[in-house]
């Protein structure tokens, strides 16, 4: 009887360990528009304002179409915007650091009319060539996070027609770690790719692009939305038992409009029928805090998306949380 209790102690804490951050506290970000312009400290206090300890960078490759096995990259601040630029990226992690906020970069690929998550090649000479190409662009930035002493590096972001090449990615993830030595995750959709991975093992969190359906209901109340959870806090946990790695948001967000919670992954300029509603966004945030956030394994969450400069023009139905009611929700969110 006592080894069994002692066993199940051992499984308690090691199910308390695996579903904590490393640092014992949660990643509270936002995703950081890298923009034309340069930031200051002015831009990066504004963040501290609503209790923010982390930001995700987004740089970015380009591929013409998905099925076509080329990658543009391009790094300097003269061919890309300064936010997205090497230089921009270091300025920002210091300036980030210096005011106590931490950085995860995050490369994604640019895919003409379409998204990464259609990318797949047509024969295997196509992938041999894709995955080089591919390898070459994250291992730049694996070197750029290594030097910037970034604390979290994501491998790849919703390239789900690419995941069954396991033996790729668990070879181009111990690349990474040969030149970068800090954290590892993905960016999975939130649409079955998180739950068909088989190499989280080799990561360090499970990250999910968490654009979950919530609700019908144009309405959004909060019981609602939060019962709107369930299933996906359930598919989740699923996740984290068979793998026993804390789980990251490395994305989620909502539109200002009645549709918020409904189909949360549409653009707003794709969504022309919704209304504006800076009441159903906020309590999609609610909602999040409400239940998501108090998960054990919940180590972080990045809140798509913070301008640097302030929210541009459509900002009444962009999904920045900026100078809306939902930037008070995530401030008391993040108090804690």
């Known amino acids: 009887m006592k080894n069994l209790i002692f066993i199940f102690s051992l499984l308690f804490l090691s199910e308390l360990c695996f579903g904590q951050p490393p ?12 923009g034309r312009q340069e930031v200051t400290e002015k831009e990066i206090a504004i963040l501290k304002k609503c209790n923010i300890n982390w930001i995700s960078q987004t740089p970015f490759a ?45 490369p994604h690929i640019w895919v ?41 590096f994501c491998v790849g972001t919703e390239l789900h027609q690419t995941i069954g090449k396991e033996k790729e990615w668990r070879a181009m993830i111990a690349k990474v770690r040969s030149v970068y030595k800090g954290k590892l995750t993905y960016a999975a959709n939130f649409h ?40 996906p806090i359930k598919s989740i946990e699923r996740v984290h038992k068979k793998f026993m ?8 967000g909502y539109r200002s409009d009645t549709n918020a919670g409904i189909e949360p ?23 999040f805090f409400e239940t998501v956030w108090k998960q054990p394994w919940m180590s972080g969450v990045y809140f798509w998306k913070w301008y640097p400069h302030g929210p541009r023009r459509m900002a009444q139905l962009d999904f920045t949380p900026q100078n809306k009611e939902a930037e008070k929700v995530l401030a008391n969110g993040f108090r804690d």
């Open 112 to 152: 003409g009319n379409s998204w990464p998550g259609e990318i797949a090649m047509k024969s295997d000479t196509a992938w041999q060539r894709w995955f080089r190409l591919y390898e070459k662009f994250i291992l730049h930035y694996a070197v750029l996070a290594e030097q910037s002493k970034i604390g979290v």
């Open 192 to 231: 079955e790719e998180y739950e068909q991975i088989a190499f989280w093992d080799a990561l360090d969190f499970i990250g999910i692009q968490a654009y979950f359906s919530l609700t019908t209901d144009k309405s959004h109340s909060v019981s609602e939305l939060k019962k709107g959870w369930v299933l």
């Open 245 to 252: 790695k804390p789980v990251l948001f490395t994305e989620i």
């Open 23 to 34: 640092d014992g506290k949660k990643q509270k970000g936002v995703c950081w528009v890298g």
């Open 62 to 106: 380009f591929q013409r179409e998905p099925n076509t096995s080329s990658i543009r990259t391009d790094f300097s601040a003269g061919k890309v915007w300064w936010g997205e630029s090497d230089e921009g990226i270091r300025k920002t992690t210091e300036l980030a650091r210096k005011a106590g906020i931490h950085t995860i970069l995050k």
């Open 265 to 287: 992954w549409v653009w707003p300029k794709e969504d022309s029928g919704a209304e504006i509603s800076d009441a159903c966004q906020a309590n999609c945030y609610r909602a």
